[in-house]
Structures are given as C-alpha cells and as structure tokens.
C-alpha cells in the first residue's frame, strides 16, 4: 500500500519531466546539437511509449518487440510464433512498413487506445476463422486475400453488408473483390470479381469489373489489377458517383497501376474504395473502411492517408498477458522506418533481437545492443537462419562477443536454417524451431512475479538512465541558450553603433546638407516651408537608412564568424531589402507630429500675441523652422532665432524641447523596429531562456520520488520478513526449552 501511495507522485513528476523535454528546442547547428535532438526524441519517445504507460498500468500485458536488420527473418519469427501469417514477409526490402501489434483477443482494449504508441493510428482486424486466406467475415478494417490488401467498407453477413473486399489489390492474387449481397445493404450480388464485366467469379482476374448497386448499398468500381480507380457512393455520400466517372476515365487514359479511394463521407453501410487508403496511400481519409455497425474500424477515428499506423490483430493462439510487435528493419534504407523501429524498441518491456549467421557482426544492431545494455532493458536475442554444418561454431562465437559487450546474461536462442525460412522467408517455421524462445516469452508473460520483474527493469532502467542523459541534454540545451545570446548580442551591439552615430550626425547638422541645405538658403529668401520640410525629411530618411546598412553589415559579418549562425539567415527573415520605405514611413510620421506640434503651439501663440509676428506666421513656417533647428545643429543657429521672433522666446524654448522629445522618441522606434526584425530569426528558434533549469529541476524531482519509492519498497520487504524471523526465533526458543526439559 506504501508503494502505491509513493507510485502516482512519481507519474506526476515523470510527466511533468516529459513536458520538459518535449519544449526543449536545439535548433542552433552547434556541436552535438543533432545528437541532444536524437536523444530528445529518443527519450520522449520512452516516456510516452513505455515509462509512464507501464507505471499507470503495471498489469498490462507484456510487450514483446521484435526487431533487427534487414532480411534477419523478424516477420517470419512473428508468424511461427503466432501459427499463422499476420505479418507479411518476403524478399522485397523493406518489407514491414507497417508494424504489425498481435495479440490475445483478451488483451486488444490494451493497444486500441493511445495507451501506448500513441503517435501511431491503429488498424485493425477482426478475428479469422479461416486462417487468414480469405475475406473478413466482420464488417468494417483491413481485408487480407492471398496477397495484396483491401478494406472492407460493408458490414458482415450478420450486419448485412456481404463480404465486401472493396480497393485496389484485395481478395484472392489482389486482381479484383468479392462480393455478396446482405439483407441491409452492400453489393447487389455479382459485384467486382476483376474478369469481365458482371461475371460472377470468386477470383480475381486481369479485366475490369464493377460494383452494381444494392438497396441502401454501396456503388463503385474497384481497380482490378489496378486498372480502374475505386470509387464509391453510400446512401449518405454525394461525390461518389462523380469521383467514380471522373477516376475512370482518368485512370483508363492513364493506365496507372493503383486504385483510389474516394474518402469521402460515408453514409451507412456504404462501401469504402481505398486502394491503400489504410495503409496511408492514396485514397483513404476521414471514416475509410467503416463498418455499418461501427466496429472494426480500419483507421478509428478516420485518419490521414500518410498518417503512421500500427496494425492490430488478434489470435486466441498467443497467451493472454503476451503481445508481439513485428517492427520494420533497423538499418531499413528507408530513414522514416529506421526512425519507426527505434520508436517501437523504446516501447518494449523485451525486445527480441534477430540477426543472422551472416550479419551478427554487424555495427547497427551491436550499437542498440549496446544502448539496450545502458538502459538495462530486458533483452533477448535471437541467432536466425544458422546452417547445421556451422551451428556450434557460430553460436560460440556469437556468444563470445555478447560476453565481450557484458551481454553474456542476455537470453539467447539460436534457430536452424531451414527450407521454410528460405526464399523470402514466406513460410512458417515448425514450432519445435520456436518453441524454446515461445516458451520463455510465455513463462514471463504468464508467471506475475516473472512478468513484473521484465516490465520493472526495464522501466527502472530508463529512469536510471535519466540521471546521466538529463544533464546532458541540459548541457545542449545550455549552448543553444548562450548561442542565442550571443548572437543577439552582435545584432544589438551593431545596432547601438547605429543609434550613436545617428545621434551625433544630427547634433552635427549632417541632415542639413544637399537639397536641404540649399532650400534652406532660399527659405530666407521666400523660399517655400513645404519644400524644406520635405529636404529634411528625405535627409532624414538617408541618415537611418545608412545607419541601418552599416549595422547590418556588421551584424551579419559577426554571425558569418560564427559557426552557430550558419542555417540563420539575418537579412532574408528580416526583409532588410525594405528598411529604407519601413524608415521613411516612420520619418514621415514624426514629420505629421511635429507639424501638429507646431500648429499646436502657433496658435497658443497667435492668441497671446507672444511674438513679433505672431499674429501673421503660418504653422508651417513654424515648422519648418523647427524642423531646421532639431535637425541642423550649428548649420542652422539662425533657426531657433527666427522661430523666437516669430513665436517668442518662451515658446519658442518650449516648441524645441517637445519637439527634441518627439524626434528621439521617433529615431529609437524606427531603429528598434529594425533591430527587433534582424532579430527575429532567433526569436522564432524558439529557444527558452531557463529550459536548462528546467530540466535539472525537473530530474531532480524525479529522483527523489524514486528514491522514496525505493525507500518504501524496502521497508515493506522488511515487514514481510519479520514475521519469518519472528517464527524462526520463536523455534528456537522452542528447541533450547525442550532440550533443557530432557537435560
């Protein structure tokens, strides 16, 4: 009871860690940045797969993945395991894309949900009665013939929708589908059998076919041998018909060689055309292969076409408590399976290991052996396809090289080559040749006290390995955070420089120059105040736009200096090609200001006659004369003189002080807008200031709650222990009484 009290305190912190670790963020190309991003998405991938899933629910059955290089024969294993074909195998590489999860049906609401995987859709299939070579008899998942995969979109005879193997490659050599008419719906009775048009043929054939139309039923052609495209229409959907015209005209021009599915809304007991659609191919969608009744759904929930699926199924053969997963190759060509295998391998409670005679040596698999070693995961390995004539001379060696590796307690099972595993390995392996390695799983999965130990050790070993991965991913996260700094600081360093110099060019009088100055010359002379005041503007406008250019020079040859910057770019994200219309935007407004400013205060002044002149001066003259004096220095001492003629000496003093203000106020915002952008490459890399602490606080919590949990589970070991001591010292007690009665 102490343990359980201690046990959801520490779910609590782990996903409060977990939380952590998913917003840590590496973006920065620094060194070891791609390694702290494999073992962020490694350890994620543990705690969401494995850790807390386990924790939350101790008696769950025990996941068992297989897992290996390429060719090792895992699909082969997974079958002869089970007694029957489940899992696809053959000489095509890679062969298992999609995982394939069996297990009892007792133990399918274990693994329908998110509990574990939860990144994965699930698909899957009811329970055969035929061994698997023929159409489903439940309505709704995923149709398996001889070869080549189809959905069903009908429900069974008993929910009246026919056996419906609708979609590109289905029932019996994948050239056409079967179908049968149901008292509620589904096909009219001679259906799609790939011959020629309304020939009722069980098997499928070379030529075309189409679905007719039942009551309530579904309506659609399916691809036979990939010829015509699938569509389809229910009693709730609108677009089957269309699609159906439209695909196969399309698909007869084009000859392609796969069908499509319609997926789109399907009313009830309508047939889905996916000719791929639940293996995330073309077709597919929202609802594909729905039974009438709602079960055995193909993708639950609908899914995306290119979503990830694992593929359920169930076999009353496997012991309840025992789930095998048959994982894609773990050196497969292809990155996204390589990445799907090691996912799967981090949700084991076992993971079995196969290698070959021919590749046991090999570096990809010694490298997750050895990382399984580090995580103390329960491991078993498997030595497939082993001639007779070499058998004891490649175990030994074999053998040698797990004791090498400090392996040399990991069980290990060696399976003869034999004519059932070659050629593609599409047979199954007598049970003798599995027996050995099905009876340890079994004996862990049925015995509570094996069973809990596995998951135990397993779980306590990635907790433990948090203790030295943590910091380290702290540490990465540590040198991004210090990257980041960095190279902000050179932007804002560069843009200070800015600031500066345009700060002294206008106390200098450095706008006054050019145009500006000469209309200045003529204002003395009746020259126009709009005139001026659009010099000063424009000159204005120069000055931070020089500036500008200058600190993003500066700025981008410090972050070309820098081997953090190098997939950042400073200008292309900031759109710095537009500073120069951002700025006169900006200089334009401050012009708007100060005229406002300067009306504001000419007509103070033209009401108290403060002035010579007042009564006679223009707001723009006002301005323009304000404008010279804040932006000319001592190119225009005889600004502010004038301005005081005409608006006095007090309001004059005044008018220049607001309008020093406003033009600060102006030249900060506009150089701050353009810092902020050349900035905002890092801000978007969206690396957190304290994610380092973060996460140190956050192990630490974990480590604490373990090691009360350790502490709790000691003392009950110790409770449970004294009674027997009591017992032995009431014997002896017992015995020294006796002896002293017969003495």
Request: proline share 4%; hydrophobic share 40%.
């Amino acid at each position: 009871m102490a343990t359980l009290d201690v046990r959801p305190r520490l779910i609590d912190a782990l996903s409060v860690l977990r939380n952590r670790v998913d917003a840590a963020r590496f973006p920065l190309p620094l060194r070891g940045a791609a390694r702290a991003r494999r073992n962020r998405a490694e350890l994620l991938a543990q705690l969401d797969d494995y850790v807390i899933p386990r924790l939350r629910s101790p008696q769950a059955p025990l996941l068992a993945v297989i897992g290996g290089s390429t060719g090792a024969g895992k699909s082969t294993l997974v079958n002869s395991l089970v007694g029957r074909r489940v899992s696809e195998a053959g000489v095509l590489r890679p062969t298992t894309r999609t995982p394939v999860l069996v297990c009892h049906p007792d133990d399918l609401h274990w693994f329908a949900g998110p509990r574990v995987l939860p990144q994965l859709a699930r698909v899957w299939v009811p329970e055969q009665d035929d061994g698997g070579e023929g159409e489903y008899a439940a309505g709704g998942g995923l149709g398996r013939g001889d070869y080549g995969v189809g959905v069903h979109g009908v429900g069974g005879p008993a929910a009246g929708g026919g056996r419906a193997v609708v979609g590109g490659q289905g029932a019996r050599m994948a050239h056409g589908a079967c179908a049968e008419r149901g008292p509620h719906g589904g096909h009219e009775g001679h259906g799609v059998h790939g011959g020629e048009r309304g020939h009722r043929e069980s098997d499928g054939g070379h030529g075309l076919g189409a679905c007719q139309e039942g009551p309530g039923g579904a309506h659609g052609v399916v691809g036979a041998h990939g010829v015509r495209a699938a569509g389809c229409e229910a009693s709730g959907a609108s677009e089957g018909s269309q699609v159906y015209r439209e695909r196969e005209r399309e698909r007869e021009a084009e000859g392609a060689a796969e069908g499509y599915g319609c997926g789109s809304a399907l009313g009830g007991g309508g047939a889905a055309g996916a000719g791929y659609g639940a293996y995330g191919g073309v077709g597919g969608g929202s609802g594909v292969g729905l039974g009438r009744d709602g079960s055995a759904a193909a993708v639950g929930g609908g899914a995306d076409a290119g979503m990830l699926t694992v593929r359920i199924e169930t076999d009353p053969a496997l012991p309840s408590g025992l789930a095998l997963l048959d994982a894609p190759d773990i050196d497969s060509l292809v990155a996204r399976n390589r990445e799907l295998a090691a996912e799967l391998i981090c949700a084991a409670d076992v993971w079995v290991l196969v290698t070959t005679a021919a590749r046991y040596a090999d570096a990809v698999p010694w490298h997750l052996l050895r990382t399984a070693k580090e995580y103390d995961v329960t491991l078993v390995t498997v030595l497939d396809r082993v001639p007779h004539q070499i058998a004891t001379d490649i175990s030994g060696r074999y053998a040698e090289l797990l004791q090498r590796a400090g392996l040399g307690h990991v069980p290990r099972f060696t399976i003869p080559e034999l004519p059932e595993s070659a050629g593609g390995g599409s047979g199954l392996l007598p049970a003798t040749a599995v027996a050995a390695l099905r009876g340890w799983l079994e004996r862990h999965a049925q015995d509570p006290v094996a069973r809990a130990a596995a998951a135990e050790r397993t779980a306590a070993g990635v907790i433990a390995s948090l203790r030295s991965r943590l910091p380290a991913l702290a540490g990465a996260a540590a040198a991004q955070h210090a990257a980041a700094l960095r190279l902000a600081g050179r932007v804002e360093e560069a843009y200070e420089r800015a600031a500066e110099r345009v700060r002294q060019e206008v106390a200098a009088g450095e706008v006054l120059s050019g145009d500006a100055r000469a209309h200045w010359r003529d204002h003395g002379l009746d020259g126009r105040s709009d005139e001026l005041l659009d010099a000063l503007t424009d000159g204005l406008t120069s000055l931070l736009t020089c500036a500008v250019d200058e600190a993003d020079e500066r700025a981008a040859d410090a972050w070309r200096r820098d081997p953090a910057a190098a997939e950042v770019s400073l200008t292309a994200a900031a759109g710095a090609s537009g500073a120069g219309g951002r700025l006169g935007v900006i200089v334009r407004r401050w012009r708007r200001c100060l005229e406002e400013l300067a009306e504001e205060e000419t007509r103070e002044a033209r009401a108290g006659q403060a002035g010579e002149r007042a009564g006679s001066v223009e707001p723009e003259e006002s301005a323009a004369l304000l404008a010279t004096a804040l932006l000319g220095g001592r190119r225009a001492r005889t600004a502010g003189e004038n301005l005081a003629d005409l608006l006095g000496a007090q309001t004059a003093l005044r008018l220049c002080e607001r309008g020093g203000r406003l033009l600060a106020i102006y030249l900060e915002r506009a150089l701050d807008g353009e810092r902020e952008r050349r900035l905002a490459p890092l801000d978007q890399l969206t690396v957190p200031l304290d994610q380092q602490a973060e996460l140190i606080a956050a192990l630490s919590v974990v480590q604490k709650e373990k090691q009360k949990e350790k502490e709790m589970e000691k003392q009950e070991g110790m409770e449970k222990e004294r009674p027997r001591e009591q017992r032995q010292a009431e014997e002896r007690a017992r015995a020294m009484e006796k002896e002293e009665v017969s003495g």
